[in-house]
C-alpha cells in the first residue's frame, strides 16, 4: 500500500516549482493559468516605457486589421443569402402563381433594401476606429453581391412574363395612325 502511494505522489506537479525556467515569472499571482509566463508582459512593458516598442499600437492595429476582416467577412456571407433566394425563386416555377410572384417580389426587395441600408450594415465595422478601418471595399462587395440578387429577380420577372419586355406590352400606348386614304361610296 505505501508502494501504490509513493508512486501516486512522484507523479505530481507543482506549478511554481521546477518548471524549466525562473520560477518567479513562471507565476505572478496565484490566479495565474498554468505556463503564464509573466517576464515576457514586463518584458514588453520595459519596451514601451523605453519607446522602443508599443504595446498600446500593436494592440490597436490588430483590432483594426480585425475590424477590417470582420467587415470582409460580413460582406462575403451575403453570397449565402442570396444563393438562397435565387434557388427559392428558381424552385418556385415559371409560371404565374401567388408563390411565384411572392418569392420574385421578396427577391427584388430584399436586395434593394440591404443596399441602401448598407450604410448601417458596415457602420459597426467603423464605430471607435477613428476613420482607420476602411469599409469602402467591403461595402462595395456587398453591393455587388446585393446587385447579382436583384439582377436575377429581374431575369425571373422577365421569364414570368410581368416585365414589359415585347412590343406587344405597350400597344396600348402607341397611336393610332391618321388614315391617308378615304373610300366613298359612289
Known amino acids: 500500500m ?28 496565484p490566479l495565474s493559468p498554468s505556463g503564464y509566463n509573466h517576464s515576457v508582459y514586463l518584458q514588453a512593458l520595459r519596451e514601451d516605457a523605453d519607446g522602443s516598442g508599443s504595446v498600446g499600437a500593436k494592440v490597436n492595429v490588430d483590432k483594426d486589421a480585425l475590424m477590417e476582416q470582420k467587415a470582409w467577412e460580413f460582406a462575403q456571407s451575403t453570397v449565402k443569402q442570396v444563393g438562397m433566394y435565387a434557388f427559392m425563386m428558381y424552385m418556385s416555377g415559371g409560371s404565374v402563381h401567388i408563390f411565384s410572384i411572392m418569392m420574385t417580389f421578396t427577391g427584388l426587395y430584399q436586395p434593394l433594401m440591404a443596399i441602401f441600408n448598407s450604410g448601417k450594415a ?45 412590343i406587344s406590352d405597350w400597344v396600348s400606348g402607341v397611336q393610332v395612325p391618321v388614315s391617308r386614304e378615304y373610300s366613298a361610296r359612289a
Request: with cysteine.
Open 122 to 166: 458596415f457602420e459597426k465595422f467603423s464605430k471607435g476606429t477613428e476613420g482607420r478601418v476602411s469599409t469602402l471595399g467591403p461595402r462595395a462587395l456587398y453591393c455587388l453581391i446585393q446587385m447579382g440578387g436583384l439582377g436575377f429577380a429581374l431575369y425571373k420577372l422577365a421569364n414570368i412574363g410581368l416585365l414589359p419586355t415585347h
Open 2 to 29: 505505501t508502494a501504490q502511494t509513493g508512486t501516486l505522489r512522484r507523479w505530481r506537479s507543482s506549478v511554481a516549482g521546477n518548471g524549466g525556467g525562473d520560477s518567479s515569472a513562471l507565476v505572478a499571482s
